[in-house]
T-cell receptor, first 112, second 111 residues
Framework: QKEVEQDPGPLSVPEGAIVSLNCTYSNSAFQYFMWYRQYSRKGPELLMYTYSSGNKEDGRFTAQVDKSSKYISLFIRDSQPSDSATYLC????????????FGTGTRLKVLA | DSGVTQTPKHLITATGQRVTLRCSPRSGDLSVYWYQQSLDQGLQFLIQYYNGEERAKGNILERFSAQQFPDLHSELNLSSLELGDSALYFCASNRAETTQYFGPGTRLLVL
């Protein structure tokens, strides 16, 4: 079993839809949770960063962490064609190395 | 633009050869991380350097090595290349906080 599981998609939604992207994990030591967006042939770009449990909102993006269920989510409201990309979750523990474990990514396509 | 630079952008070479990938971190960042991204494996952590010293190791093959220089730039050396080494190689950097900023990557094709 991988430490971080993420549905690879692809996920196709109409413009304006609410998108829900999810990851599950097995390592209870994870404390830092990140979401990255990666456009084709580009480097991952940080979208959201959360420490421990709870919600965080930034514009159209909301990140949720449920440590009891070992489950994290990213919600995108009013999705736009420019949101079409691969979304990667990443996690890290408190060991001080900040070594990230990434999910395999979910491909999202927002249709105009 | 993340502020992390990587050269070259593309690299085509033959099996058995050796290549060097270069990364310059964001100004002020002491840590550099190397990742490999292939279609079937996703983004895999290879190795981390902090201020010139190796800090953490991931799934890095013995044929691969890295170092971080006094000016904090880093190089990833890949030797005895195999077809399966074809991938995107990213470096990322950060300071004390956890947020890693990624460079644009080097696309390696081994023929």
């Amino acid at each position: 079993q991988k430490e971080v599981e993420q549905d690879p998609g692809p996920l196709s939604v109409p413009e304006g839809a609410i998108v829900s992207l999810n990851c599950t994990y097995s390592n209870s030591a994870f404390q830092y949770f990140m979401w990255y967006r990666q456009y084709s042939r580009k480097g991952p770009e940080l979208l959201m960063y959360t420490y421990s449990s709870g919600n965080k909102e930034d514009g159209r993006f909301t990140a949720q962490v449920d440590k009891s269920s070992k489950y994290i989510s990213l919600f995108i409201r009013d999705s736009q064609p420019s949101d079409s990309a691969t979304y990667l979750c990443a996690m890290s523990d408190d060991s001080g190395t900040y070594k990230y474990i990434f999910g395999t990514g979910t491909r999202l396509k927002v249709l105009a | 633009d993340s502020g992390v630079t990587q050269t070259p952008k593309h690299l085509i070479t033959a099996t058995g050869q050796r290549v060097t990938l270069r990364c310059s971190p964001r100004s002020g960042d002491l840590s550099v991380y190397w990742y490999q991204q292939s279609l079937d494996q996703g983004l895999q952590f290879l190795i981390q350097y902090y201020n010139g010293e190796e800090r953490a190791k991931g799934n890095i093959l013995e044929r691969f090595s890295a170092q971080q220089f006094p000016d904090l730039h880093s190089e990833l050396n890949l030797s005895s290349l195999e077809l399966g080494d074809s991938a995107l190689y990213f470096c990322a950097s950060n300071r004390a906080e956890t947020t890693q900023y990624f460079g644009p990557g080097t696309r390696l094709l081994v023929l």
